[in-house]
């Protein structure tokens, strides 16, 4: 069923969902998925479960006042108003009219492009759990290679992983660290072992496996709320922006030097305004 803008009028319960959610989406200065919200809302009490089923109906029901929101443009959500970490358009056919234009755009934006482990003292790679937090890993990070497990990953997934770690073992000669974040839940402990074991089992490469978070401590230390529906445990998708920041930053630092990624990045740019200046007269 489409609804018209000016037909769309919420009830009281679903402008105060709408309402707290918008203020979530505004708190974080990256792109959020419509789960992480939901799960926001969840640990706030929103969506009380009383019983089984609960959690799987609210969750449906969210996702169709949320669609509704954007489709009408209500308040300040628009269609692009979250990310979408499960699809993504295939784009083919596209360019530039003629040779001339594409130098141009080269001239514009070419730049070197140089890896960030020169100088440092580990390699090391961030692997979560949650899929639908990608834009936050990305805020939170960079110049590390992240790898969004979105849950027990598969046989092949976990083969590229491993294949990785060979990769980059040859080609920075560096001790290897995985940084780890999942659930503090039975689930979560599993997935971090299987992915771990299966890996190691696939790697040639001898690596330190490091589970950052969420930890037993972390609860109490920066006080998360658990999940509603089983009371003890505990998603990444509920802790805020500030803590995943702490939590996130904190881990990487101790392993990997901001002031190398900083040289690296200055020589980076030395070397693109050089390369700028030398392809400005060139002509097609």
């Not at 300040?76 to 499960?86: E, G, H, N, Q, V």
């Not at 805020?139 to 990769?167: E, M, N, R």
């Not at 070397?271 to 002509?283: C, K, L, N, P, W």
Request: hydrophobic letters at 35%; a negative charge; aromatic letters at 12%.
């Amino acid at each position: 069923m489409a609804y018209l803008a000016d037909d769309y009028r919420p009830n009281e319960r679903s402008r105060a969902i709408l309402a707290r959610a918008a203020e979530h989406v505004a708190s974080v200065p990256y792109n959020v998925t419509l789960r992480w919200l939901f799960y926001r809302l969840f640990s706030e009490g929103f969506y009380p479960v009383k019983k089984r089923g609960d959690k799987k109906r609210a969750y449906g029901n969210f996702i169709q006042l949320l669609s509704r929101a954007r489709h009408n443009n209500y308040g300040s959500w628009r269609p692009d108003t979250l990310a979408d970490d499960t699809n993504a358009v295939i784009r083919r056919g596209g360019g530039y009219d003629t040779t001339a234009e594409w130098l141009q755009a080269m001239k514009r934006s070419a730049s070197c492009i140089l890896h960030r482990w020169t100088g440092q003292e580990n390699y090391v790679e961030v692997w979560f759990e949650a899929r639908a937090m990608i834009s936050q890993f990305e805020f939170l990070t960079h110049g590390v290679k992240l790898c969004p497990l979105g849950g027990q990953p598969s046989i092949p997934y976990k083969w590229d992983l491993a294949q990785g770690l060979d990769t980059a073992d040859l080609m920075y000669d560096l001790p290897i660290v995985v940084l780890y974040f999942g659930d503090l839940d039975a689930g979560g402990q599993q997935i971090g072992e299987t992915v771990e074991s299966d890996v190691r089992r696939w790697c040639k490469t001898p690596f330190e496996f490091v589970r950052a978070a969420l930890n037993p401590g972390d609860p109490e230390r920066y006080g998360l709320p658990d999940n509603p529906e089983k009371p003890g445990q505990y998603q990444w998708e509920s802790v805020d922006h500030e803590t995943a920041s702490a939590i996130i930053q904190g881990a990487v630092a101790r392993y990997v030097d901001d002031d190398a990624m900083a040289r690296v990045a200055r020589r980076e740019a030395a070397a693109t305004e050089s390369f700028r200046d030398q392809i400005e007269h060139m002509t097609l």
